[in-house]
């Protein structure tokens, strides 16, 4: 390479690194390799020369030529880069700005802990079935096995229409009408509002209840016991459990379930007030006089069914002491859940 | 009912600590709700004898008292009470005393004079509720002693509630068996009265039964020469601590004998009774009857009565008469046990609304053997602590004696019932623990029911004794082996879990309001005359809701009234209607409640409002989800504003409206102008879901796409112009939607601006301009000439 060559491109690569942006880079395109550039002119200087001396001195041009093009593409594209970055970064919005797509609602809370309730049962092969709400008094207590003057009737003081007819004061009736329709083996879960004549912080007027029933050959109670300690193992936790005696009309023999109290763990608390267990549901074998009623075979079916309030384990599960507060439909509460 | 721990002991040697009694009991079927232990939060309150009481010189309802303690100098006592003397005995509380309450006593300075302890009332001592002045003990009581040993307050008392089954249950006597039961305990008691006296009972006073079935077994026992008075007090404690009130000697023994065995009885001034005679018979039409709680009663013919000769002196098992009842002049006592047919006694103390402690156990049924025990045990009571005379005898009658109940149990079904497998002879022993005798039949036992288990009459209620004794937490833990009959979910639950999702995500808060309501609401929320309760809580919750508007306008006033404007609800529940025959249906409804911004928390739009397009798109958007084809026609429901709402339909049918809330309906000033509600009916669009159907091939050919932008003046419709564009476009027309409407500057008054984005597609060759001009020129020539809207 001439001295003139060594000395061009020097004072190519000084420019360069002088260069910020691809702007300037452009500028020494043109003036180097541009229609007038420098080695441009080179090139055209030529002609001035011998075929001989042409053809050396040509070559040597074109390496000039060569190295200055790829010099300036690799900074075109390196500063190209960083522009586009910089570019780029002058975009960014105020992160912190709140999204903007409509927030979530919230099912009720009750309708939350039904499903919880519901899925673990139809999960074991039960299905739903659903009933009136206004129910004849046959449904509610007779076919139940709780006939008119008999005290049961006092554990549920009930609301009358004037037509004579009730509101029900327990799902049960479901338990009935599902099984005037369907012949065993069935197992069924029903759910429901139901209605007794009481209110305070603890008894709403209306509240939910979730209803069970097995019926089949040979079904004892020891599968009422298995069934429910399952139901209570998936929804409590594992955690001691035990069955007392109890009474309703319609089961024979009766109980009730405790499990250990979810907040005290059997220490003792206000809210077990201070046994350590909480009640959970009401169980049974299905009384014969009930099968009776929708004229199932009672020598060849024997069943269970169990009952719980859904709005009690609704407050359980998220410490709500006013159970009025989950009909008052304010959204302060309702958007909690 | 409350049970003494010290009077079970009449009958059962137990020593086991309350806790484990109430757990047995618990365990048994026999709920303890509380175990009280009057002494055990009385230290430092002893029996003080006031010597002297003077007025408080600064305090005129203040006394001053001198109260000796027998500790050294006599304390220096102020107090409020007005009901002592100097002599008298009272319970004090000393300095560091603390009573149940939780009330410390320490020296104090009342109205400047210095008051070292207090002495107490029944209330302060934790023992009953009675406040009106201090308690005055007895004058024997020994000065200085500990109030716990003076008044025997080591006491313990179970307060147990019992299922309306156990009957046998509601007394000492019965929790005392159970609990020998439990514990395999002997059962005891000491010796009982005897029908020993002077003279002869039949000469003095006959019994007549008339209705046999209403009342199978009458006994009267005569005592003479009562002296009507005070309770001794080992009496008057024990039924104080049962919680219940001591009155007299004579009334205190029935009321003892009823809580010790369970029998209820009543006792008749004799002196008073007609014609010296009882008769048991159906109260006449037109009778009447002064009670003992002083109310004037009329009675009719489904009553039964307990009449002397000539008039009813007591209501068959619920309360006795006011005339015959004795009094501190009475000196010969009837005492009455009989037992009367339990649905009886109960339509009768709920026809006269009238509940006591005798009706309570009567209706739950009582020992029918228990007649001449409890007479026989009264009478020796008398004699006892009333000086009385017992006539000998008893006027008992029993016209047909009652045969045992007999069960026929079979091992296998008990077996199969429970899930476990005992012998027959395991189940006798079990059963036997409760004095249920057994006889082999085979396999089977032959069970005989003692009388004063009610509750016991089908094999099934055996073997609840069985499982109870067996205990239920022995039993095993087992699943069931069948397999249920499939049900599927119906296509409304389907729906309605849809629907709940789907409006989570759209932000709406689900609510659940009560099924009834006001019945007096603003006549427009009735869709029917509603079924009203017999017997309401209250007016405001007496009607059955006949749609759910009512709630969910409240629910959205009331959420205002909390200063909450911006609001997204649903509720998902039934409406209730009137049906033929004085019955009733149920109806599926979903009702969506809006108000204020549509999404206030978004910083870019939160000014916009919802308003009557918002519903509209969201039930569109439902109906689009469903799958359900729905039409709108115009409303006219009067909870809204007449204009500003939409019927919507389903083919022919209308299932539902929507539209602005009615301002008259805007009773608060807070109430923003455009509150939103929308009714829908489940039930009918649950019948109207169509078939996905099959799918329809990706178009291969491209759209054509042309914007039209109209000038259409205001009285001309959105639907009207839809209407030419989608004639016109015929099957080419693949969409053809509205994207901006504009009404304002630059546009001439009484006129808006529409623009329309239409998209045409042939699927077998692809449109040139030319192919399309024609049409779009002759969409344009029809909108001018029929509508006379303009292209812009
Ligand atoms: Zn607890």
């Given at each position: 390479?001439?001295?003139?060559?060594?000395?061009?491109?020097?004072?190519?690569?000084?420019?360069?690194?002088?260069?910020?942006?691809t702007?300037?880079?452009?500028?020494?395109?043109?003036?180097?390799?541009?229609k007038?550039?420098?080695?441009?002119?080179?090139?055209?200087?030529?002609?001035?020369?011998?075929?001989?001396?042409r053809?050396?001195?040509?070559?040597?041009?074109?390496d000039?030529?060569?190295?200055i093009q790829?010099?300036?593409?690799?900074?075109?594209?390196?500063l190209?880069?960083?522009?586009?970055?910089?570019?780029?970064?002058?975009?960014?919005?105020?992160?912190?700005?709140?999204?903007?797509?409509?927030?979530a609602?919230s099912?009720?809370?009750?309708?939350q802990?039904?499903?919880?309730?519901?899925d673990?049962?139809?999960?074991m092969?039960f299905?739903?079935?659903?009933?009136?709400?206004?129910?004849d008094?046959?449904?509610?207590?007779?076919?139940?096995?709780?006939?008119?003057?008999?005290?049961?009737?006092?554990?549920?003081d009930?609301?009358?229409?004037e037509?004579g007819?009730?509101?029900?004061?327990?799902?049960?009736?479901?338990?009935?009408?599902t099984?005037?329709?369907l012949?065993?083996?069935?197992?069924?879960?029903?759910?429901?509002?139901?209605?007794?004549?009481d209110?305070?912080?603890?008894h709403?007027?209306?509240?939910?209840q979730?209803?069970?029933?097995?019926?089949?050959?040979?079904?004892?109670?020891?599968?009422?016991?298995?069934?429910?300690?399952?139901?209570?193992?998936?929804m409590?936790?594992?955690?001691?459990?035990?069955?007392?005696?109890?009474?309703?009309?319609?089961?024979?023999?009766?109980?009730?379930?405790?499990?250990?109290?979810?907040?005290?763990?059997?220490?003792?608390?206000?809210?077990?007030?201070g046994?350590g267990?909480?009640?959970?549901?009401g169980?049974?074998?299905?009384?014969?006089?009930?099968?009776?009623?929708?004229?199932?075979?009672?020598?060849?079916?024997?069943?269970?069914?169990?009952?719980?309030?859904?709005?009690?384990?609704?407050?359980?599960?998220?410490g709500?002491?006013?159970?009025?507060?989950?009909?008052?439909s304010?959204?302060?509460?309702?958007?909690?859940? | 009912?409350?049970?003494?721990l010290?009077?079970?002991k009449?009958?059962?040697?137990?020593?086991?600590?309350p806790?484990r009694?109430a757990?047995?009991?618990?365990?048994?079927?026999?709920?303890?709700?509380?175990?009280?232990q009057?002494g055990?939060?009385?230290?430092?309150?002893?029996?003080?004898?006031?010597?002297?009481?003077?007025?408080?010189?600064?305090a005129?309802?203040?006394s001053?008292?001198?109260?000796d303690?027998?500790?050294?100098?006599?304390?220096?006592?102020?107090?409020?009470?007005n009901?002592?003397?100097?002599?008298?005995?009272?319970?004090?509380?000393?300095?560091?005393?603390?009573?149940?309450?939780?009330?410390?006593?320490?020296?104090?300075?009342?109205?400047g004079?210095?008051?070292?302890?207090?002495?107490?009332?029944?209330?302060?001592?934790?023992?009953?509720?009675?406040?009106?002045?201090?308690?005055?003990l007895?004058?024997?009581?020994?000065i200085?002693q500990?109030?716990?040993?003076?008044?025997?307050?080591?006491?313990?008392?179970?307060?147990?509630s019992?299922?309306p089954?156990r009957?046998?249950?509601?007394?000492?006597?019965?929790?005392a068996?159970?609990?020998?039961?439990?514990?395999?305990?002997?059962?005891?008691?000491?010796?009982?009265?005897?029908?020993?006296?002077?003279?002869?009972?039949?000469?003095?006073?006959?019994?007549e039964?008339?209705d046999?079935?209403?009342?199978?077994?009458?006994g009267?026992?005569?005592?003479h020469?009562?002296?009507?008075?005070?309770?001794?007090?080992?009496?008057?404690?024990?039924?104080?601590k049962?919680?219940?009130?001591?009155?007299?000697?004579?009334?205190?023994?029935?009321?003892y004998?009823?809580?010790?065995?369970?029998?209820?009885?009543?006792a008749?001034d004799?002196?008073?009774?007609?014609?010296?005679?009882i008769?048991?018979?159906?109260?006449?039409?037109?009778?009447?009857?002064?009670?003992?709680?002083?109310?004037?009663?009329?009675?009719?013919?489904?009553?039964?009565?307990?009449?002397?000769?000539?008039?009813?002196?007591?209501?068959?098992?619920?309360?006795?008469?006011?005339?015959?009842?004795?009094?501190d002049?009475?000196?010969?006592?009837?005492?009455?046990?009989?037992f009367?047919?339990?649905?009886?006694?109960?339509?009768?103390?709920k026809?006269?609304?009238?509940?006591?402690?005798?009706?309570?156990?009567?209706?739950?049924g009582?020992?029918?053997d228990?007649?001449?025990?409890?007479?026989n045990?009264?009478?020796?009571l008398?004699?006892?602590?009333?000086?009385?005379?017992?006539?000998?005898?008893?006027?008992?009658?029993?016209?047909?004696?009652?045969?045992?109940?007999?069960?026929?149990?079979?091992?296998?079904?008990?077996?199969?019932?429970?899930?476990?497998n005992l012998?027959?002879?395991?189940?006798?022993?079990?059963?036997?623990?409760?004095?249920?005798d057994?006889r082999?039949?085979?396999?089977?036992?032959i069970v005989?029911?003692?009388?004063y288990?009610h509750?016991?009459?089908?094999e099934?209620?055996i073997?609840?004794e069985?499982?109870?004794?067996?205990?239920?937490n022995?039993?095993p833990?087992?699943?069931?082996?069948?397999?249920?009959?499939?049900?599927?979910?119906t296509?409304l639950?389907?729906?309605?879990?849809?629907l709940r999702?789907?409006?989570?995500?759209?932000?709406?808060?689900?609510?659940?309001?009560?099924?009834?309501?006001?019945?007096?609401?603003?006549?427009?929320?009735?869709?029917?005359?509603?079924?009203?309760?017999?017997?309401?809580?209250?007016?405001?919750?007496?009607?059955?809701?006949?749609s759910?508007?009512?709630?969910?306008?409240?629910?959205l006033k009331?959420?205002?009234?909390?200063?909450?404007?911006?609001?997204?609800?649903?509720?998902?529940?039934?409406?209730?209607?009137?049906a033929?025959?004085?019955?009733?249906?149920?109806?599926?409804?979903?009702c969506?409640?809006?108000?204020?911004?549509?999404?206030p928390?978004?910083?870019r739009?939160s000014?916009?409002?919802?308003?009557?397009?918002?519903?509209?798109?969201?039930?569109?958007?439902?109906?689009?989800?469903l799958?359900?084809?729905?039409?709108?026609?115009?409303?006219?429901?009067?909870?809204?504003?007449?204009?500003?709402?939409?019927?919507?339909?389903v083919?022919?049918i209308p299932?539902?409206e929507?539209?602005?809330?009615?301002?008259?309906?805007?009773?608060?000033k807070?109430?923003?102008?455009?509150?939103?509600?929308?009714?829908?009916?489940?039930?009918?669009?649950?019948?109207a879901?169509?078939?996905a159907?099959?799918?329809k091939?990706?178009?291969?050919?491209?759209?054509?796409?042309?914007?039209?932008?109209?000038?259409?003046p205001?009285?001309?419709?959105?639907?009207?112009?839809?209407?030419?564009l989608?004639?016109?476009?015929?099957q080419?027309?693949?969409?053809?939607?509205?994207?901006?409407?504009?009404?304002?500057?630059?546009i001439p008054?009484n006129?808006?601006?529409?623009?329309?984005?239409?998209?045409?597609?042939?699927?077998k060759?692809?449109?040139?301009?030319?192919?399309?001009?024609?049409?779009?020129?002759?969409?344009?020539?029809?909108?001018?000439?029929?509508?006379?809207?303009?292209?812009?």
């Amino acid at each position: 390479m001439s001295d003139s060559h060594e000395q061009l491109l020097k004072q190519y690569l000084s420019e360069k690194a002088k260069a910020a942006t691809t702007a300037d880079l452009e500028g020494l395109r043109v003036k180097y390799l541009g229609k007038k550039g420098e080695v441009t002119e080179l090139l055209k200087g030529l002609g001035k020369l011998s075929i001989e001396e042409r053809k050396a001195a040509g070559a040597a041009i074109n390496d000039l030529k060569t190295q200055i093009q790829s010099s300036l593409e690799e900074s075109m594209r390196e500063l190209a880069l960083k522009e586009q970055e910089a570019r780029l970064s002058a975009e960014k919005p105020d992160h912190s700005l709140p999204g903007t797509w409509p927030t979530a609602g919230s099912l009720h809370p009750v309708v939350q802990v039904a499903k919880e309730v519901a899925d673990i049962f139809l999960s074991m092969g039960f299905f739903m079935a659903e009933g009136p709400e206004i129910e004849d008094e046959y449904y509610n207590f007779e076919a139940l096995n709780v006939p008119s003057h008999h005290p049961a009737r006092d554990m549920q003081d009930t609301f009358y229409l004037e037509s004579g007819q009730v509101l029900r004061t327990q799902t049960s009736p479901v338990q009935i009408r599902t099984m005037e329709a369907l012949q065993p083996p069935l197992k069924m879960i029903g759910l429901g509002k139901v209605f007794r004549k009481d209110s305070d912080i603890t008894h709403s007027p209306m509240f939910n209840q979730m209803e069970g029933l097995v019926v089949g050959e040979n079904i004892s109670m020891a599968d009422l016991k298995g069934t429910l300690v399952m139901f209570v193992e998936n929804m409590f936790g594992k955690r001691p459990y035990r069955f007392r005696p109890s009474f309703f009309p319609f089961t024979e023999p009766s109980a009730e379930m405790d499990i250990q109290c979810i907040f005290c763990e059997g220490k003792g608390c206000k809210v077990c007030k201070g046994t350590g267990w909480m009640e959970v549901l009401g169980c049974g074998m299905v009384n014969p006089k009930v099968f009776e009623a929708v004229k199932y075979d009672t020598e060849k079916y024997t069943g269970f069914a169990f009952g719980m309030g859904i709005d009690r384990i609704a407050m359980l599960r998220y410490g709500i002491n006013d159970i009025r507060l989950l009909f008052s439909s304010d959204v302060r509460f309702l958007r909690q859940f | 009912m409350k049970v003494l721990l010290s009077w079970l002991k009449d009958y059962i040697d137990i020593n086991e600590t309350p806790e484990r009694i109430a757990d047995a009991l618990n365990m048994s079927g026999l709920e303890v709700e509380e175990i009280i232990q009057p002494g055990k939060n009385l230290n430092n309150v002893v029996v003080g004898k006031i010597l002297s009481r003077d007025p408080h010189p600064d305090a005129e309802k203040l006394s001053l008292c001198s109260v000796d303690v027998n500790r050294g100098q006599p304390l220096q006592i102020v107090c409020g009470a007005n009901n002592m003397k100097a002599g008298d005995k009272v319970p004090v509380a000393l300095i560091g005393a603390r009573l149940p309450s939780g009330f410390e006593i320490s020296k104090a300075k009342i109205r400047g004079i210095e008051s070292s302890g207090m002495m107490c009332s029944k209330r302060e001592l934790g023992i009953s509720e009675e406040h009106g002045g201090l308690y005055i003990l007895d004058e024997n009581a020994e000065i200085g002693q500990n109030i716990v040993n003076a008044l025997s307050l080591d006491d313990v008392i179970f307060e147990i509630s019992i299922t309306p089954n156990r009957g046998d249950a509601l007394s000492h006597l019965g929790i005392a068996r159970e609990l020998s039961a439990i514990f395999n305990l002997p059962l005891h008691r000491d010796p009982l009265g005897d029908e020993d006296g002077e003279g002869h009972v039949a000469e003095q006073v006959t019994v007549e039964i008339q209705d046999k079935d209403l009342c199978p077994r009458y006994g009267a026992r005569l005592v003479h020469n009562v002296k009507v008075g005070p309770s001794p007090d080992w009496l008057k404690e024990r039924l104080e601590k049962a919680g219940i009130r001591s009155i007299n000697n004579v009334v205190d023994v029935t009321n003892y004998i009823m809580l010790d065995i369970g029998h209820p009885m009543h006792a008749f001034d004799y002196a008073k009774l007609a014609g010296k005679k009882i008769v048991v018979r159906p109260a006449g039409k037109d009778e009447r009857i002064a009670t003992l709680d002083n109310a004037e009663r009329s009675l009719d013919s489904s009553m039964l009565v307990i009449a002397d000769a000539e008039k009813p002196v007591a209501v068959a098992g619920v309360m006795g008469g006011l005339h015959s009842s004795v009094t501190d002049d009475t000196t010969s006592v009837l005492l009455e046990a009989a037992f009367f047919d339990p649905t009886s006694v109960r339509k009768t103390s709920k026809r006269l609304a009238l509940m006591s402690d005798s009706s309570y156990r009567f209706e739950r049924g009582t020992n029918i053997d228990n007649v001449p025990i409890a007479l026989n045990e009264a009478a020796r009571l008398l004699k006892q602590i009333a000086g009385g005379n017992p006539v000998k005898g008893i006027a008992d009658a029993y016209p047909k004696p009652e045969v045992l109940r007999q069960i026929k149990v079979r091992t296998r079904r008990v077996n199969r019932v429970i899930g476990i497998n005992l012998s027959p002879v395991q189940i006798e022993t079990l059963l036997l623990r409760l004095k249920l005798d057994t006889r082999r039949d085979g396999e089977d036992l032959i069970v005989s029911v003692p009388p004063y288990r009610h509750d016991l009459s089908i094999e099934a209620d055996i073997i609840e004794e069985v499982a109870r004794m067996y205990g239920y937490n022995n039993i095993p833990t087992t699943l069931p082996a069948i397999t249920s009959v499939l049900q599927l979910p119906t296509p409304l639950q389907k729906m309605e879990k849809r629907l709940r999702d789907h409006f989570v995500s759209c932000g709406f808060n689900e609510i659940m309001t009560y099924s009834f309501i006001p019945a007096a609401i603003d006549e427009c929320f009735r869709e029917k005359k509603p079924l009203m309760l017999q017997n309401p809580l209250s007016e405001d919750l007496s009607a059955m809701r006949t749609s759910l508007k009512w709630g969910m306008f409240d629910a959205l006033k009331r959420n205002i009234l909390n200063d909450e404007f911006n609001l997204r609800l649903f509720e998902i529940g039934k409406a209730f209607h009137p049906a033929a025959g004085g019955l009733s249906e149920e109806h599926s409804r979903l009702c969506i409640g809006f108000s204020g911004s549509a999404d206030p928390k978004d910083w870019r739009r939160s000014a916009e409002t919802f308003d009557l397009f918002s519903v509209k798109g969201l039930i569109q958007n439902i109906a689009d989800l469903l799958k359900v084809k729905v039409r709108y026609a115009p409303g006219s429901c009067s909870v809204f504003h007449p204009a500003v709402q939409m019927e919507l339909m389903v083919g022919k049918i209308p299932a539902g409206e929507f539209g602005q809330l009615h301002p008259n309906l805007l009773d608060n000033k807070k109430m923003p102008k455009c509150i939103f509600i929308a009714e829908i009916d489940l039930d009918k669009l649950a019948t109207a879901i169509e078939d996905a159907g099959r799918m329809k091939p990706i178009p291969e050919l491209p759209a054509v796409r042309r914007d039209l932008a109209l000038l259409a003046p205001t009285a001309v419709a959105h639907r009207d112009i839809l209407k030419i564009l989608t004639t016109e476009g015929k099957q080419l027309l693949e969409d053809c939607y509205l994207f901006d409407v504009y009404q304002g500057k630059g546009i001439p008054e009484n006129c808006r601006s529409l623009a329309f984005a239409l998209s045409f597609r042939d699927p077998k060759k692809t449109l040139t301009d030319e192919e399309i001009q024609p049409m779009i020129s002759r969409m344009v020539s029809r909108l001018d000439s029929e509508l006379a809207v303009k292209l812009r």
